[in-house]
């Protein structure tokens, strides 16, 4: 039996089968690093040595958080899904860390998050900030930028890229990266009270962003400008609330404000890595545009 086998967890990761909770744990396995998985359903834990799964009902399960967190030193919180309630699931599983002990959470939050942050979502990633730092619990802020990952998804079978950007300019980073720096957060010493901003190497515009799209797919990829009502209203089919609305399109709207242009190195400094470009991304994720339609 190895060591990681052997010992008792020391960091828990929230969102353990999610896009960045997953990438964390399967690197602090690659490190030998002892983890407990939170989890809502224990057969879509990853497999990975030196990792037990700790199953709850999400955050908002007091009493299953509580048990999860029992013995562990380190709490990686990852938001929970973006509904307009996840602050108050958050909340509880803050309560939750106090009460099993926890010395300190790493808290993945938003780059501007603040009580006036043109994203929706950014409020209540400030939010859940302030209920960690009242916590009395050692905290490690990791800002992230809006994801590189995601950046293809937006581009309609149409070609375009439809929103109220303007020529405001995003820091886009990858998953990839915001996870390595996360893993290098949790098993750092001397990352207490300390805030970091996640961001990739580059601001560009949607312009930007399409034009490589295209140049990369050799499909016919633009950028097209709407005002705030008309992405509202092209958004109105969706079966969706109009709290995720507003989360759409704000999207947008926080680029249009300069709020996610700013670059930051905090990803190299932790990783020894520069982040990726949105290039080298669409060069390793040769389908990420597979579902544009190649005629326009």
Not at 66 to 85: K, M, Q, Y
Not at 158 to 168: C, E, K, N, V, Y
Not at 177 to 206: C, W
């Amino acid at each position: 039996m190895s060591a990681a086998e052997s010992a008792a967890p020391t960091i828990a990761v929230g969102g353990a089968t999610g896009a960045v909770g997953g990438r964390v744990a399967k690197l602090l396995a690659a490190q030998g690093v002892a983890q407990r998985l939170i989890v809502r359903d224990a057969a879509r834990a990853p497999k990975l040595v030196g990792a037990e799964a700790a199953v709850v009902g999400g955050y908002e399960d007091a009493e299953g958080m509580r048990a999860a967190l029992d013995g562990v030193r380190t709490f990686f919180l990852v938001p929970g899904h973006e509904t307009s309630d996840r602050v108050t699931a958050h909340k509880i599983a803050i309560e939750a860390a106090v009460a099993a002990s926890v010395e300190r959470i790493v808290q993945l939050s938003f780059t501007a998050a603040g009580p006036e942050a043109t994203f929706v979502y950014g409020r209540q990633h400030w939010q859940t900030e302030q209920d960690v730092k009242a916590s009395g619990l050692a905290w490690t802020m990791a800002h992230m930028n809006f994801y590189l990952d995601v950046l293809p998804e937006f581009v309609l079978p149409s070609g375009d890229i439809a929103g109220p950007a303007g020529d405001g300019r995003v820091a886009a980073v990858s998953r990839d990266d915001v996870a390595a720096s996360v893993a290098a957060l949790l098993t750092g010493d001397d990352h207490a009270g300390k805030s970091y901003e996640l961001t990739g190497r580059e601001a560009l515009t949607f312009s930007e962003i399409a034009l490589a799209m295209a140049r990369h797919s050799g499909k016919p990829i633009s950028y097209l400008r709407e005002t705030v009502e008309q992405a509202y209203a092209s958004r109105a089919h969706f079966d969706a609330s109009d709290f995720e609305r507003e989360g759409w399109v704000t999207t947008y709207t926080a680029v249009a404000a300069g709020e996610l242009e700013p670059v930051s190195g905090d990803v190299l400094a932790l990783t020894g890595k520069e982040p990726q470009t949105l290039k080298e991304f669409l060069a390793a994720h040769p389908l990420a545009l597979a579902h544009v339609d190649s005629l326009g």
